[in-house]
């Protein structure tokens, strides 16, 4: 199985780069990975809220295949111990879907359409970190438990 990681903008701190990149390192040797990045919707100060969820959602939902798992790293998913996210993505694993897409979302959250595309949601902390942190957050957890 595939997995796959899409993001709203780029992370632009050198050392969480650093940080994200050495994790998908490690995971590389278990399982095919893939990274994709948005770019920030342009001219987003003239939009409402809704209208750059919806556009973000347009251009995520580009990226998802319909026999992909498409799972949102929300502030309102299940939560797991990292032990219990092994479990979890072992179980997803042997449902035989070729690609589990993970997705950050932007400032504002997600489109209604991307919710009702969700195949699920979790949640990777109660705290709040910028979305740039949850990359590596998210990285680092898939390469400590995951089941390869």
């Not at 990045?37 to 990226?63: D, F, R, S, V």
């Not at 111990?81 to 979302?105: C, L, P, R």
Request: hydrophobic letters at 40%; a positive charge.
């Amino acid at each position: 199985m595939k997995l796959k990681l899409i993001c709203i903008g780029k992370t632009v701190k050198k050392h969480l780069i650093e940080g994200e990149n050495e994790y998908i390192k490690r995971l590389k040797h278990y399982h095919a990975v893939e990274k994709v990045e948005i770019p920030e919707i342009k001219n987003a100060k003239t939009l409402t809220q809704e209208q750059i969820k919806k556009a973000e959602g347009e251009l995520l939902l580009q990226h998802v295949n319909s026999t992909d798992l498409l799972i949102l790293l929300d502030e309102n998913g299940s939560s797991f111990s990292s032990v219990d996210f092994a479990t979890y993505i072992q179980k997803k694993f042997n449902t035989g879907a070729k690609t589990m897409v993970f997705v950050v979302g932007g400032a504002y959250g997600f489109s209604e359409e991307v919710y009702a595309r969700a195949t699920d949601k979790i949640s990777l902390s109660k705290m709040t970190f910028s979305h740039q942190m949850v990359r590596v957050f998210f990285w680092n957890n898939s390469t400590v438990h995951l089941p390869f």
